[in-house]
């Protein structure tokens, strides 16, 4: 009886260790493609960044533009249950890198119900584990109407 719960015992640990040396070894493969992704990323939405400093968007059709208006769009859908909101295009957009992350300031055109607003939203993406924050998302007029 002894015999059989030691050797339940070290197949566990043994199952163990092989399995956290797997995930750690995949955390780092991870870790690698996402840096790499995220210095792509970077090099393809203004070539001249520097730390701390607001660097315009030159292309507010970069997918990955886009997919962070898509990111601030479907989080302010959660949010507020009385708006469905759907991205109808990005306007203009400035981001800027610090050592925690990249934060994305977008103007937005969106609609709700057929009716097409401009909207400022802000969003916090960590460079280390790639994950989103929606920090604003401001509604700035109707499309059409000036102030």
């Known amino acids: 009886m002894a015999f059989k719960s030691n050797s339940l015992l070290t197949l566990s640990i043994t199952m ?4 956290f040396t797997f995930c750690h070894a ?6 690698r493609k996402l840096l790499n992704s995220f210095e792509v990323v970077l090099n393809t939405l203004d070539p001249s960044l520097s730390n701390d400093d607001w660097q315009l968007i030159q292309d507010p059709k970069n997918p990955k533009v886009v997919d ?4 601030a769009v479907n989080s302010e859908n959660i949010i507020s249950i009385d708006v469905q909101l759907r991205l109808e ?3 203009s957009g400035r ?3 610090d050592n925690n992350g990249t934060t994305y300031e977008l103007t937005i055109i969106a609609i709700d119900f057929d009716e097409e607003s401009e909207y400022k939203t802000i969003v916090f993406e960590n460079s280390k584990d790639i994950v989103r924050k929606l920090v604003s998302f401001t509604w700035i007029k109707r499309k059409g109407i000036h102030n």
């Open 16 to 19: 163990i260790v092989i399995a």
């Open 26 to 31: 995949f955390d780092v493969i991870d870790d």
């Open 68 to 71: 962070i208006a898509k990111f």
């Open 89 to 91: 295009s990005v306007l």
């Open 95 to 97: 981001f800027r890198v």
